[in-house]
T-cell receptor, first 113, second 111 residues
Framework: NAGVTQTPKFRILKIGQSMTLQCAQD?????MYWYRQDPGMGLKLIYY???????DKGEVPNGYNVSRSTTEDFPLRLELAAPSQTSVYFC????????????FGPGTRLTVT | KQEVTQIPAALSVPEGENLVLNCSFT??????LQWFRQDPGKGLTSLLL?????REQTSGRLNASLDKSSGRSTLYIAASQPGDSATYLC??????????FGSGTILRVKS
């Protein structure tokens, strides 16, 4: 299993541009999450999904959109990028609610200038 | 709103010392608590997960405790090594396992 994969690893955007951060998992997990981590801080939840076709907002959803058309993929869309969205973005998934263990991807480092 | 605080923010110790990292949270209605390790520029590695009904978990030189009623957890690292140098993050889970993270403790173990 590849686990949770994220692309791209790095990206520089200009203010006002848009992009999609890709996240995929091959563990057949129903639960998937997007977090952002600002320098020197912990992670904050942006959006989450409990299964294909179901998404909901987390703590910091403004400026982002998500979709979940398949169990495997959970892309995060940035519209009209702003400098405040400069951050490292992590995707995570969870399959077994008995253990509650989340598996994290390697992250995407995004800079908006 | 759940808030998670980690103390100290940074810690520097000589190799071989035993050390304790602290985590506190404001709402005791959690499902579990996890400790993660994060190396510079890397993702998160789960170290220990304590279910809300448990009091502690151990893995090798690591021991984590949980006191839900007082809103506290500690991560104990025995006989620290330079390879333990990293940022340690504490996170508590809410409904649907949404995680709320602390800001982390940056640990440096000097050889």
């Amino acid at each position: 299993n590849a686990g949770v994969t994220q692309t791209p690893k790095f990206r520089i955007l200009k203010i006002g541009q848009s992009m999609t951060l890709q996240c995929a998992q091959d563990m057949n997990h129903n639960y998937m999450y997007w977090y952002r981590q600002d320098p020197g801080m912990g992670l904050k939840l942006i959006y989450y999904s409990v299964g294909a076709g179901i998404t909901d907002k987390g703590e910091v959803p403004n400026g982002y959109n998500v979709s979940r058309s398949t169990t495997e993929d959970f892309p995060l869309r940035l519209e009209l990028a702003a400098p405040s969205q400069t951050s490292v973005y992590f995707c995570a998934s969870m399959g077994d609610r008995a253990t509650y263990e989340q598996y994290f991807g390697p992250g995407t480092r995004l800079t908006v200038t | 709103k759940q808030e998670v605080t980690q103390i100290p923010a940074a810690l520097s110790v000589p190799e071989g010392e035993n050390l304790v990292l602290n985590c506190s949270f404001t709402d005791s209605a959690i499902y579990n608590l996890q400790w993660f390790r994060q190396d510079p520029g890397k993702g998160l590695t789960s170290l220990l997960l304590i279910q809300s009904s448990q009091r502690e978990q151990t893995s090798g030189r690591l021991n984590a405790s949980l006191d839900k009623s007082s809103g506290r957890s500690t991560l104990y690292i025995a006989a620290s090594q330079p390879g333990d140098s990293a940022t340690y993050l504490c996170a508590v889970s809410e409904r649907l396992n949404k995680l709320v993270f602390g800001s982390g403790t940056i640990l440096r173990v000097k050889s």
